[in-house]
């Protein structure tokens, strides 16, 4: 009896051990889903220059990060609600989708945003001059059908020319597609692919690579102006159990921001290095310089997709305003 009672003791002795060693790992990893393009640049330079660990270090924590590259809103979704990753990097319609599914559960909400670019439909089809001009012979890449943001605002701008009872009206000819291999099929033509919602550079790429390429539809004049296509999000749980891991990526991101507004030859530098891609330096420049591109980690202009989703009966729980789905942040204050 005593012999057993000595092994109950050491085995509640290891299990209080471990449990406290996972307790002292809550805090001090993140794993973040990014995909394809420029619009990364703020995840590509937290990561070229440990701005997250240098931030966690300032609150007295070592932070492990990873990285992972996926591509399409639903993958990035599904890894974050089975706990592959701490957060994700996709459009505004896949934050919208997945705060929707988990609203009361989950609690799924945007972190912050990774700022504010135009996204370009493009079609090297000549007959092509707006979405109207699309047939049953076309197909158009997008990263997730009916669930990226470049298929929300596809849908959002068919509602406008058809009528709400016709916003998926072109879901049925769009393919999913990572943006390089959409571009590559773009630029070298002859191929089913004659549409590409994209984003840059590899809207820009297409455009400068094909002399049939043109732009077909911008995503700011659907949405009304500027706004911030592509964001971070996390779950309410990762957020309220480790603050300190959370601030420091939040700083970082905001740090970030300031380099490349003020550094953009040495961001353009950083992409290539970290994206491992050959995207001509020049154009990589156009880009980060262009008027339209803002680095801002503030939440800009998104809830007229989150008013149309709700409308069209893409997601069920109608939001108030964007401060529904986005965490109650300093930078995230003015969300709209």
């Known amino acids: 009896m005593h012999r057993i009672t000595r092994r109950l003791a050491t085995i509640a002795t290891g299990a209080a051990l471990l449990a406290g060693s996972f307790a002292a790992q809550a805090e001090g990893r993140i794993r973040i889903a990014e995909q394809f393009g420029i619009v990364y640049l703020l995840l590509n330079v937290a990561q070229e220059q440990k701005l997250i660990e240098k931030h966690g270090k300032a609150a007295g924590v070592d932070i492990h990060v990873e990285f992972v590259k996926l591509s399409g809103g639903s993958a990035v979704n599904d890894a974050l609600l089975s706990g592959n990753i701490e957060v994700a990097g996709a459009g505004v319609g896949p934050l919208l989708t997945i705060w929707d599914r988990t609203k009361g559960r989950q609690n799924v909400k945007g972190v912050a945003s990774l700022g504010n670019f135009p996204y370009y439909l493009v079609s090297n089809n000549p007959a092509v001059k707006t979405i109207a001009d699309f047939t049953d012979k076309d197909r158009i890449a997008v990263p997730a ?160 997709l989150a008013e149309f989703m709700h409308r069209v009966g893409a997601i069920k729980n109608k939001p108030a305003s964007a401060k529904d789905y986005f965490f109650d942040d300093a930078h995230s204050a003015q969300a709209n």
């Open 145 to 304: 059908v009916g669930v990226s943001v470049q298929s929300r605002v596809l849908q959002l701008a068919s509602a406008k020319l058809w009528g709400d009872k016709e916003f998926a009206k072109l879901d049925k000819i769009s393919v999913a597609v990572p943006h390089p291999d959409a571009a590559a099929a773009i630029i070298k033509g002859g191929t089913e692919i004659t549409g590409h919602f994209g984003n840059p550079p590899f809207q820009e790429q297409e455009l400068a690579g094909n002399p049939n390429a043109r732009i077909v539809l911008k995503s700011y004049d659907v949405l009304g102006g500027p706004a911030s296509a592509t964001v971070l999000y996390a779950t309410e749980k990762f957020r309220a159990e480790n603050p300190k891991t959370y601030k420091a990526f939040t700083d970082a991101l905001g740090e970030a921001a300031q380099f490349i507004t003020a550094n953009p030859e040495k961001a353009a530098d950083i992409y290539l290095k970290v994206s491992g891609g050959k995207t001509d330096r020049e154009l990589l420049l156009r880009i980060i310089k262009n008027p339209e591109v803002q680095f801002t980690t503030a939440p800009q202009n998104t809830y007229a």
